[in-house]
């Protein structure tokens, strides 16, 4: 039955592929900026290359979001998800995960590529897509709830960016972290520890959240 | 009581039987922007009824249905399924239900098929009867075709559709005649008469009198404002 849902989504999203496209577009282009922005050399690239792959990676999954629950909304398909037979937690919970797969588990793919661009030594593309394997479900796991919350509003594209950037700061704060402090060989257990504890708290509570915010639009 | 109907009562649907209501009502009052839309409606409805809602525009019909299915939560009373809370027992009522809005719940890139798969959500169901229901509701030479090439009335005979495939006993219907042409209003008569006949229950709101023959309840809201 969560099979079923869960295929649902793939579903859609075959059939959306432009979205998707995007999205990877964006975070290619995002992240191909900056050294054209800032400067050819090497050691400078390599020192803000964590930064700018996470923030490229953290715009990515906003612009994802803004389509998430839209969509179903217009055309009344989110009134019959919230009448399905199921816990809509759970239903919910698996709809995220399948956006995950469907936009965020790519630019984790992706990552290696943009570390070598920037000329990242082996151990740190290892630890930067690490950082983003665990770092972008609590990305989307967050993010859904502001884009529940502001799914019925016009123009909700740039409110749930205003609400969400903030509460990002920390994850971002970490995974960047995590790769620089790779670079100076220190050890990054700590970080790994509180991004997973993150994303565990993620999945568990936000679920919940987001089902209450979409009852509250569709009231 | 005797024992053996209180144990059967707390086994699910065995307890179906004639006297009994399937869906009550209690005490529902709405308010919409601080606005009370009604209050003090009581409805008891048994297996094979039917309830037809009327009243003026802006009197509340589409909340009401969204309230009785829970999508709407109300400023007073309750809904009971079987006898139970349904905002407790949200699962079991919910796989009772079928609810079609004013919105048709198709998704434009996919086509009819897909569609019809897609809005029956957990219900198993074969291709054969999908093919079978499709020509039923005259979709049969179009179900490859996204729905977004499809005209509003055909669009509405799609998620009609569900009606012939799904295994719900209490249908709401916002509306459900809106767009259809003459045809496709006959046909959907037949579908909601066999429904009643055999034991469903139906809720619906529609502005035209309803030209069924099976009898129906009238609920007028502008009536019961408080």
Known sequence: MLWKLFSRDMTLFMHRKQDVVTVLG??????ALFPLGISSDPELLKTIAPGAIWIAALFSTVLALDRLFSEDLDDGTLEQQMLMPVPIALLLLVRLVAHWVITGLPLVLLAPLMGLQFGLAF????????SLLIGTPVLVLLGAIGAALTVGLK??????????????????????SAVTSAMNGVDVTAHFSLMGAALLVSLVLSPFAVATALKITLD | MPVSRLLKSKFGKEKVNETCFMLEIEG???EREERLLFSGLSVKLSAGEGLHIVGKNGAGKTTLLRALCGLT?????????HEQDTTEFREEFCSDLLYLGHKNANKT?????????????????????????LHKAGLGML?????????????RRLSLARLLLTDATLWVLDEPYVALDYKAIEWLDSILERHLNNKGLLVLTSHQALTMTATIRVLNLGEQRA
Do not use: M
């Open chain 2, 143 to 155: 179900s490859h075709l996204p729905t977004r090439f499809l005209s509003q009335g055909q669009q």
């Open chain 1, 26 to 31: 964006f975070f290619l282009i995002a992240v």
């Open chain 2, 28 to 30: 529902l009052a709405v």
């Open chain 2, 109 to 133: 890139e996919l086509n009819c098929r897909e569609n019809l798969r897609l809005a029956l959500g957990v219900q198993a169901i074969s291709d054969e009867e999908i093919s079978d229901a």
């Open chain 2, 73 to 81: 939560s109300p400023a007073a009373g309750l809904v009971k399924w």
């Open chain 1, 123 to 130: 151990n740190e593309i290892v630890i930067l897509t690490l």
């Open chain 1, 155 to 176: 123009s909700s594209g740039g409110l749930v960016t205003l609400l969400l950037l903030p509460l990002y700061v920390p994850l971002l704060i970490l995974g960047t």
